[in-house]
């Protein structure tokens, strides 16, 4: 099983900043077969990047992936008001599915 | 648009039996893996299952091996997930998801499972 581990656990920033989250697998995942999600209070998730770096269909380009193996990053270049939210990244490409513990994004 | 809408949730005692359903629309179902996807209250995601676009596989996280069941009716454009010996850890939100592959594109707005006695 790919254990997924993300940090930090909560980014305290105001809007317009940069946030840089992190998501650490304990073995390469493979074909970068790497999503990252957000999700706000009583909703469902959205996909925002899958294969590491691919924005989903209607993402704003201010967020992006990056990374390869086991070390993959969620950037978000300027926070806007909406982005306040919690990003989960998970690996499809073994099974178990599995999803790392979140990050959360509040407003400082 | 693609919706997906869950139902079949409720209030279980420990022990006992639910089947949830999901309903896809807007897009052509019998193409898509689906799958179901958890979250406990306050907790983070967790993947339980899911089943190839004509339902010849099916994959189970280790802990529901044996009590749950993924299936679909590409007829119907409906996917299910009988569960049973539900347990206590078991509460939680069940999202109905599908996509390209095993990448979830997306989810349906979920249905609460609570287990309790």
């Known amino acids: 099983e790919i254990v997924l581990t993300q940090s930090p656990g909560t980014l305290s920033l105001s809007p317009g900043e940069r946030a840089t989250l992190s998501c650490r697998a304990s073995q390469s995942v493979p074909r970068n077969f790497l999503a990252w999600y957000q999700q706000k209070p009583g909703q469902a998730p959205r996909l925002l990047i899958f294969g590491a770096s691919n924005r989903a269909t209607g993402i704003p380009d201010r967020f992006s992936g990056s990374g390869s193996g086991t070390d993959f990053t969620l950037t978000i270049s300027r926070l806007e008001p909406e982005d306040f939210a919690v990003y989960y990244c998970q690996q499809y490409a073994t099974s178990p599915l599995t999803f790392g513990g979140g990050t959360k994004v509040e407003i400082k | 648009e693609v919706q997906l809408v869950e139902s079949g949730g409720g209030l279980v005692q420990p022990g006992g039996s639910l089947r949830l359903s999901c309903s896809g629309s807007g897009f052509t179902f019998s193409t898509y893996w689906m799958a179901w996807v958890r979250q406990a209250p306050g907790k983070g995601l967790e993947w339980v299952a899911n089943?190839?676009?004509?339902?010849?596989?099916?994959y189970y996280m280790d802990s529901v091996k044996g009590r749950f069941t993924i299936s679909r009716d590409n007829a119907k454009n409906s996917l299910y997930l009988q569960m049973s010996s539900l347990r206590v850890e078991d509460t939680a939100v069940f999202y109905c998801a599908g996509g390209s592959g095993w990448l979830i594109q997306h989810w349906g707005q979920g249905t609460l499972v609570t287990v309790s006695s």
């Open positions: 089943i190839k676009q004509d339902g010849s596989e099916q």
